[in-house]
């Protein structure tokens, strides 16, 4: 399993922006693809965003497509999720998963994602 560590997360206005980050601790962070889900109270556990192993395709969730990016720098072992134009409704814990062999239709699946990160709070003002 893959360690993974978020952070960047906060309290922002709607409108705002935040970047979270994602650390692994794995020697072969190129052959994982990556995700970020995220769950508010009361709620699922939803899809937002992921990407594929070795920098590949990304997909995303249809209420964030052209306002959140993701995106990895394997040199840092390190996923991040840009969100600007926040919304009050984006308010939830955000957790990066980790997952190998993955293929594109099992991207939005968190069932397909074998390591979790402890998540980190974000809260959209409005």
């Known amino acids: 399993q893959v360690q993974l560590a978020e952070s960047g997360g906060g309290l922002v206005q709607a409108g705002g922006s935040l970047r979270l980050s994602c650390v692994a601790s794995?020697?072969?962070?190129?052959?994982?693809?990556l995700g970020w889900f995220r769950q508010a109270p009361g709620k699922e556990r939803e899809f937002v965003a992921a990407?594929?192993?070795?920098?590949?395709?990304?997909f995303y969730a249809d209420d964030v497509k052209g306002r959140f990016t993701v995106s990895r720098d394997n040199a840092k072992n390190t996923v991040y999720l840009q969100m600007n134009n926040l919304r009050p409704e984006d308010t939830a814990v955000y957790y990066c998963?980790?997952?190998?062999?993955?293929?594109?239709?099992?991207?939005?699946?968190?069932?397909?994602?074998?390591?979790w990160g402890q998540g980190t709070q974000v809260t959209v003002s409005s």
């Open positions: 998963a980790a997952g190998q062999g993955l293929i594109t239709s099992t991207m939005h699946s968190g069932a397909a994602y074998g390591s």
């Open positions: 794995t020697g072969s962070f190129r052959t994982y693809s």
């Open positions: 990407i594929k192993r070795y920098g590949g395709a990304t």
